[in-house]
């Protein structure tokens, strides 16, 4: 069973920095595209940031120049370093993989880390 654990949320000030993390275990798989999601409370979930197989990035406008995504592939983990945090960052951060095991495809979530910005 393929299991994605998040780490490395938290309370910090704004302006602080985080840095978490995602590890993907579980069997014999193959990581394509992860991903970092968010959900304040009373919103939908967004995309943050994605990250391709080959390192391709993509970020969400409102993290643009704050927030980077990359990913070790020997480890199986994926990390969001996250810079001049502001109070609307905060939110629960999902790690989300797609993975091909058995000749299939899965998506896989983990189950979330809260990172809270406030003074």
């Known amino acids: 069973q393929v299991q994605l654990v998040e780490s490395g949320g938290g309370l910090v000030q704004p302006g602080g920095s985080l840095r978490l993390s995602c590890v993907v275990s579980g069997g014999a798989f193959s990581i394509n595209a992860m991903g970092w999601y968010r959900q304040a409370p009373g919103k939908q979930r967004e995309e943050v940031a994605r990250i391709t197989s080959g390192g391709s990035t993509n970020y969400a406008d409102s993290v643009k120049g704050r927030f980077t995504i990359s990913r070790d592939n020997a480890k199986n983990t994926v990390y969001l370093q996250m810079s001049s945090l502001k109070p609307e960052d905060t939110a629960v951060y999902y790690c989300?993989?797609?993975?091909?095991?058995?000749?299939?495809?899965?998506?896989?979530w983990g189950q979330g880390t809260q990172v809270t910005v406030s003074s």
């Open positions: 989300n993989a797609g993975v091909t095991q058995f000749g299939s495809w899965y998506n896989y």
